[in-house]
């Protein structure tokens, strides 16, 4: 792992502290290295990266399209253009002043934790969690407080846990459903369990990221809908990259209180001026467009799902939960670091990559060793080669 220091470089050149113990994401070093075997002339297959593979919507980019020609590419309003946030409000039954539209779901986290975090204060992330969170975190000098929740928890918070971690110093609780990695989604129940602890520490806010809502494979139920009465602390991101395949047009929002969104708007105010306005147009577009295409491709990722549970279950040594949502499967790789004789999950990737030319991500990049994330956003071919390629290179190595 590459772990960048202070005062390393040249002339003098010194990274500032809040950032020197950031590593570069161990996805992008899984991208780069397949990037050079690829150059090198090697068949890599690539499972890293959590991205649809699917087109954006035609008449998204349509809509896109018309807003440039129409002369909407001037600097948008900070907060979102008023169609926009109004759009989302609606969606949210909330007041567009309680909304915020950011360059991707990442800057509302960003602008959420740098509007908010005083050095040393500490954000409760349950692990497996997706990578940004601690990394985002640290850079605006908090703390991210790791909690691990095992496969045998279904890689959920319990109320138990939740309390035991919470300190004076408890600013936010970072609650991700359908979740990435682990694909895990809380039940009403569940998110019911943790909002009556958090009634009792009202100096916690929380920051529900929704971003996969639509790739459900079970009922999906919002944080703020089920804990209504924790609405004036609750944060709610989320945005268009996953359901409507628009990783690259950069646009999330953010729906809390309103004087902590004007808190974000100041923030992004002096990073990005706002959002691409082409995109927001685009985005509206796709938030008010028909909404079949969200059915189509949950259907498709369910079956890709079965598919991909089932084939690696089927590698000894692999024990893969069915996730409940998203499009990753996490599995518990333990046996086949024993049985193979790898020193470590991020071993068995590398050796995955290297001899079979397969890239999946460790799990010690999201906070739960032990295990690997594989996305499913992949063609059925790619899938299906990738698979069968991944369990000959296992079966033999076990039983070299
Ligand atoms: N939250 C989660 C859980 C994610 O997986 C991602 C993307 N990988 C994001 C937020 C950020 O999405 P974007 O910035 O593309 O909107």
Redesign the pocket.
Known sequence: MLRTEAGAGTAGFKRASRIASLEISEIVQLAERAAVLRAEGRDVISFAT?EPDFPTPLHVVEAAHAAALAGKTRYPATLGTAELRAAIAAINDVTAKEVIVS???????ANAMLATLEPGDEVIMPAPY?T?YSDIVSMAEGSPVVVACPMAEGFKLSPAALEANITPRTRWLML?SP??PSGAIYSPEEIRALADVLARHPHIWILA?E??EHLNFVPFHSFKACAPELAERTLI?N????AYSM?GW???WGVGPAELIKAMGTVQGQITSGACSIAQAATLAALTGGQALLDERRSAMRARRDKVVRALNAIPGIDCPVPDG?FYAFPNVEGVLKAGGFASDADFCGWLLDKAGIAIVPGRAFGLPGHARLSFAYSDPELDAGLARMSAAVTARINS
């Not at 360059?103 to 986290?109: C, D, E, M, P, S």
């Open positions: 959590g360059t991707g779901a990442k800057q509302v986290l997706w940004s991700n979740s990435n990221d971003i996969y991101v945005g268009v990259s996953k990783t950069r646009i999330g998203a």
